[in-house]
T-cell receptor, first 110, second 114 residues
Framework: DAKTTQPPSMDCAEGRAANLPCNHSTISGNEYVYWYRQIHSQGPQYIIHGLKNNETNEMASLIITEDRKSSTLILPHATLRDTAVYYC???????????FGQGTRLTINP | DAGVIQSPRHEVTEMGQEVTLRCKPI?????LFWYRQTMMRGLELLIY????????DSGMPEDRFSAKMPNASFSTLKIQPSEPRDSAVYFCASSFVTAYNEQFFGPGTRLTVL
């Protein structure tokens, strides 16, 4: 699976949009981009995934660049409860394993 | 559904003792995963099962670690003998085959080996 690169930490003001970048320049055509997050002392939680089109669900939006070499997770109106470590993972279609990197520690400030 | 259930939530033991961690996956899920999380190494996959059969145990650190899944609703991760470097949070996760194979994680077991 392709390697991902994320900034180690980010801050965002409560109520503003949080934009978390991820670089996956070696991604292959059959690899999806997944985002999970881990709130302190809890297990990771699935957020969203995508292949090449932008995706949106009740939690977030995922914007994937046309060349698929990078993506951005958007939390449209961040709350204090969104403070967590966010993991960007690239995974081949049909594969079961998740390989977690170090992620981005997002802190939402009041 | 109650989600993935793990027990115990906290375990403190002494070096050399046997430790058994337990996991009950979400009903109907056919994949079960064991992960370990430490500050130094982050979140690592140890082993995963499909329909109770171990598929990939390449992440199991050494022979002191073993995992079993005797039926679809129960799995154990055993460490014998335990060592201080085994101190970590151990997560169990389960999933069923869909287009995107979302994994659902349990709350974890925090293991401290003195």
């Amino acid at each position: 699976d392709a390697k991902t690169t994320q900034p180690p930490s980010m801050d965002c003001a409560e109520g503003r949009a949080a934009n978390l970048p991820c670089n996956h320049s070696t991604i292959s055509g059959n690899e999806y981009v997944y985002w999970y997050r881990q709130i302190h002392s809890q297990g990771p939680q699935y957020i969203i995934h995508g292949l090449k089109n932008n995706e949106t669900n009740e939690m977030a939006s995922l914007i994937i660049t046309e060349d698929r070499k990078s993506s951005t997770l958007i939390l449209p109106h961040a709350t204090l409860r969104d403070t967590a470590v966010y993991y960007c993972i690239v995974r081949r279609q049909g594969a079961q394993k998740l390989v977690f990197g170090q992620g981005t520690r997002l802190t939402i400030n009041p | 559904d109650a989600g993935v259930i793990q027990s115990p939530r906290h375990e403190v033991t002494e070096m050399g003792q046997e430790v058994t961690l337990r996991c009950k996956p979400i009903s109907g899920h056919d994949y079960l995963f064991w992960y370990r999380q430490t500050m130094m190494r982050g979140l690592e996959l140890l082993i995963y099962f499909n329909n109770n059969v171990p598929i990939d145990d390449s992440g199991m650190p050494e022979d002191r670690f073993s995992a079993k899944m005797p039926n679809a609703s129960f799995s154990t991760l055993k460490i014998q003998p335990s060592e201080p470097r085994d101190s970590a949070v151990y997560f169990c996760a389960s999933s069923f085959v869909t287009a995107y194979n979302e994994q659902f994680f349990g709350p974890g077991t925090r293991l401290t080996v003195l």
